[in-house]
């Protein structure tokens, strides 16, 4: 047995979900950490497209189980809406197969009505926020306000909280934003219907995880957004309120760092960005919408056009340290056939000098110059390599000049949407 954690290196939206997929046939179990529904995983199977927020993404295959950890940040009506169109095309889904940590945090009412007033009033100063109250969860969860899956299981003390958070939020709604303030008897209301449904999910997921690794099964752990936007690490105040990063694994989920095997990065073969923030190399114009046509760039949470640029080592050497990677996986090769050059951000200039991390400083950041190297692109259509050597020796130069620059071998190549569509070099299961 071995347990593999997947992390997006960039801004999110690298393609995690299809990678995960994958691996989940090597795997008994799928997990998911941190965030929430602010993430949108695509899966492509048999042509069919099926998008998970809040559901890891084992889902999907037979026999395994999904847990949904303490790290996580729940919107019970999301998550039941998403069982429901799950059920509806057919996919078992149950207590048997999908647990929730009773210590997730649940996303309330308030923090999507503070999320969506803080960056109105922000103008254009916002973060660009998926609107769906993942940072106000996160603020209650750190100031000892939240509440928690377990408190479903508790309906006095459920009421008791609803009452005595609203007192403060609806002052704040009302006094600082000029918003509506909220009903604590309709939102209690709504919460007790959905805790009669969700409460046979409700579990001690790290006791789940213990047992599962006692028995001798695999656990592959799921990241979502990706380093860049961690709220220690990433382009910050331009980030999620999670930590993306693997080590977040371990306190989101309840497991030990001896526990993680094999760490695998999720590279797209360019970078994309939703959401407002610095971008050094950043494309405004039609090698940018090329990609970002030909990726069908948009967000799969909330369908807005993603930015779209080369790829950045510098960014991606970060996430190799961040993250403890073991492994690349590059997705999305394909989208760049048909380019006549490509471009590889090796380092950036700044002041003058030659540096190879991301300042901290977003002033700074925004006067970094990238310092590119150029590479052939190729014309052929690459959907039907499944190894290597079937790939354009300039598709090959690409990725072995992403190996040198990082120093990390490579696990996993996307080449198209579809499952089939990847060459797979390692498995990161075999590794531990
Ligand atoms: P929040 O997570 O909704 O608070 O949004 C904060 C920032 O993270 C915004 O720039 C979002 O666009 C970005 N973000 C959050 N989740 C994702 C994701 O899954 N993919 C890409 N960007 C995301």
């Known amino acids: 047995m071995s347990n593999v954690v997947v992390v997006g290196t960039q801004w999110g939206d690298e393609g995690k979900g299809k990678v995960i997929d994958l691996l989940t046939d090597r795997t008994d179990y799928v997990v998911r950490f941190q965030g929430g529904n602010n993430a949108g995983h695509t899966l492509v199977v048999n ?73 109105k009033a922000k103008g254009k100063d916002k973060i660009g926020t998926t609107g769906r109250g993942i940072g106000p969860c996160y603020e209650d969860k750190a100031g000892r306000i939240g509440i928690r899956a377990i408190d479903l299981l508790d309906l006095d003390s459920l009421k008791e909280k ?80 999670s930590n993306p990063v693997s080590g977040s694994v371990c306190a989101g989920a309840g497991v030990g760092p001896d526990k993680l095997h094999h760490i695998v990065g999720v590279v797209k073969a360019y970078t994309t960005r939703v959401g407002s923030g610095p971008f050094p190399t950043e494309l405004e114009d039609e090698t940018g919408e090329y990609i970002q046509e030909r990726g069908a760039e948009f967000g799969a949470t909330t369908g807005r056009r993603r930015r779209c640029g080369w790829l950045d080592l510098v960014m991606i050497r970060d996430s190799v340290r961040l993250n403890g990677l073991n492994s690349l996986s590059i997705t999305k090769l394909d989208v760049l056939s048909g380019l006549k050059k490509l471009k590889i951000c090796v380092e950036y200039e700044l002041e003058g000098k030659r540096i190879d991390a991301t300042p901290a400083g977003l002033k700074r950041l925004a006067q970094c110059i990238p310092i590119y190297e150029e590479l052939p692109g190729w014309d052929d259509d690459i959907s039907s390599a499944r190894r290597i050597d079937d790939l354009p020796t300039e598709a090959r130069s690409y990725l072995t000049r992403i190996v040198d620059i990082t120093g990390i071998p490579l696990s996993i190549i996307g080449v198209g949407s579809g499952r089939e569509e990847t060459v797979l070099l390692e498995n990161p299961f075999q590794d531990a």
């Open 47 to 119: 042509g069919e497209q099926t998008i998970c927020h809040l559901v890891p993404s084992g889902i999907l295959h037979k026999d395994k189980k999904n847990l949904i950890g303490n790290g996580v940040v729940v919107d019970p009506a999301v998550l039941l809406e998403e069982i429901d169109q799950l059920k509806k095309k057919g996919i078992a889904i149950g207590p048997e197969n999908l647990s929730l940590s009773e210590k997730a945090h649940l996303i309330m009412p308030y923090h999507k009505a503070i999320d969506l007033a803080r960056e």
């Open 162 to 241: 609803i009452e005595s958070n609203l007192r403060e939020k609806n002052f704040y709604l009302t006094e600082f934003f000029k918003a509506a303030p909220m009903e604590p008897k309709a939102i209690f209301d709504e919460y007790k219907n959905m805790a009669g449904i969700l409460q046979p999910y409700i579990s001690n997921v790290s006791v789940e995880i213990d047992q599962a690794i006692n028995s001798g099964k695999s656990i592959l752990f799921e990241g979502a957004q990706g380093t860049h936007l961690d709220v220690d690490h990433g382009t910050y105040p331009f980030v999620t309120s």
